[in-house]
């Protein structure tokens, strides 16, 4: 079945730092790829998404590219916030249902 | 920015005991889940629901387990009989289509069940 495993945490950074999370799946067919993220005290909210191979899904400055051959969507962002303190989760669906990851915790610190 | 809201935010509740952890679903959604999330683990699925019935669901969600849409409104998910490993915080979802290549599934802020 579907799987995924992502990096886990947690991980504490320094503002402006550089932030890659690792996500890596196993799937059948042609699953679309999240990552969702879970700010304190708050829902799960998606981040970001790919559909297809070699897409790249990106907002707030973060990225991922959806990479059939190695079968991963790496998070990264390029300078980490305090704001970006939050669980991040990867994610794939092909069909209704979401399979997660077990989240990462990152805390950013001024 | 519409969202999908969550009743109890925390419940603690004594084995055996039933729960009926409530959610509203975005308005003009038609597809509803549950998912959960016990501590330490990954979020997992429960269910889904659409027209009025259960369109899948995962091997957790056994017969104490059930869900409602009662008013048009409220989206349920029932517990009849609480048991320590339902200990979890439960999510629920929704969105407006069932594909999830193009469509996003809006998540609520979750429901913490302790179970004691």
């Known amino acids: 079945g579907n799987s995924v495993t992502q990096m886990e945490g947690p991980v504490t950074l320094s503002e402006?730092?550089?932030?890659?999370?690792?996500c890596t799946y196993t799937a059948t067919g042609y699953p679309s790829l999240f990552w969702y993220v879970q700010y304190p005290g708050e829902g799960l909210q998606l981040l970001l998404k790919a559909t297809k191979a070699d897409d790249k899904g990106s907002n707030k400055g973060f990225e991922a590219t959806y990479r059939k051959e190695t079968t991963s969507f790496h998070l990264e962002k390029g300078s980490v916030q305090v704001s970006d303190s939050a669980v991040y989760f990867c994610a794939l669906g092909g069909s209704e249902k979401l399979v997660f990851g077990k989240g990462m915790k990152l805390t950013v610190n001024p | 920015e519409p969202e999908v809201t969550q009743t109890p935010s925390h419940?603690?509740?004594?084995?055996?005991?039933?729960v009926i952890l409530r959610c509203v679903p975005i308005s003009n959604h038609l597809y509803f889940y549950w998912y959960r999330q016990i501590l330490g683990q990954k979020v997992e699925f429960l269910v889904s629901f659409y027209n009025n019935e259960i369109s899948e669901k995962s091997?957790?969600?056994?017969?104490?387990?059930?869900v409602e849409r009662p008013d048009g409104s409220?989206?349920?998910?029932?517990i009849r009989s609480t048991k320590l490993e339902d200990s979890a915080m439960y999510f629920c979802a929704s969105s407006f289509s069932d594909r999830t290549s193009g469509n996003t599934i809006y998540f609520g802020?979750?429901?913490?069940l302790t179970v004691v």
């Open chain 2, 74 to 78: 409220n989206f349920t998910l029932k």
């Open chain 2, 11 to 18: 419940q603690v509740t004594q084995m055996g005991q039933e």
């Open chain 2, 109 to 112: 802020e979750g429901s913490w």
């Open chain 1, 16 to 22: 402006e730092a550089f932030l890659t999370i690792n």
């Open chain 2, 59 to 66: 091997e957790i969600f056994d017969d104490q387990f059930s």
